[in-house]
């Protein structure tokens, strides 16, 4: 029989899980931990010293303004472009390429933290707008899609008539072409950076279940462009969403600012099929 022990991912979940401890993880000291891990368990196992090293390590590790873990090694060759690298982000989310050289005023998302006006209450608003955004790209079924799918969409974005006249052809399109996608998207906060307009990067996944024919309507966002997919496969990657303040006078006030009109999923995105 294979010789069971505590691992540090057990330790750690243990902590955090435990529903009669409410002491900090900050204030557990080596021996805590390896009581705790065990009296949890119900049974008396071996304490793994490397996992009881590696679990404090997860403790003590520094943590960013949203109470993530950083992490110093293995990073990714352009680090410096970011304030700091995640323990739990994949590097992939780091090597999206961005060019910096569409307009004259550019910050890289550590320079960016430098800027007059940053404010993290701003930033988690951003957030909020690009998921809801590109959630609802990600997440269309005909049978339901109607004008209320699209206040969805543009309720997060700077208004235009041009974009209301886009989003109706899109729905009428979509329906004809009997689309349903289902998807998920999550914003990185920390990875905001300005080339003209500002941009945030999100992870996102997408499976296309249904459509009639790939030359018509099956994304909103660049579905004129027809992007290229597989029925029935699930995707996932990462992508840079634009936003712009549309407000006269609000230049530099990061809280006016909305998904941009133009902004797009998949024109700066790298996505392949989920491994």
Known sequence: ????????????????????TQMALAEITRQEMAKMAVG?????????????????QVKNAPKDPWGRAIRTTDLPENYKDFPYI??????????LKHE???????????????????????????????????????NVDYTTLDEQWGNKLTSVMNKSAALNEDVANYIKEAK???????????AEPSIVFLDGPNYMRVHFTFKVI???????????????SKVKIEKNVEYEGYSNISLTTAAYGAVGDLSY?????????????????KQ
Request: charged share 30%; net charge negative; hydrophobic share 40%.
């Open 86 to 95: 995640l323990a739990d982000a994949p590097n992939e989310l780091y090597d």
């Open 100 to 138: 910096y050289k569409s307009y004259n005023s550019n910050l890289t998302p550590v320079q960016f933290l430098e800027l007059d006006g940053y404010k993290k209450e701003d930033i988690d608003k951003w957030a909020e707008y690009v998921e809801q955004f590109v959630y609802q790209i990600v």
């Open 1 to 20: 029989m294979k010789k069971r022990s505590i691992s540090a991912i057990m330790i750690v979940s243990l902590l955090l899980s435990s529903s009669g």
């Open 210 to 224: 249904s459509f009639d024919d790939s030359n018509k309507a099956i994304f909103y966002e660049d579905w004129k």
């Open 176 to 186: 004809e072409n009997k689309v349903k996608i289902v998807g998920t998207v999550k």
């Open 40 to 56: 949890s368990q119900g049974e008396k196992l071996p304490i793994d010293d490397k996992a009881l090293s590696t679990a404090e």
């Open 257 to 273: 600012a909305r998904v941009a009109v133009l902004a797009s999923l998949f024109k700066e995105a790298s996505y392949k099929p």
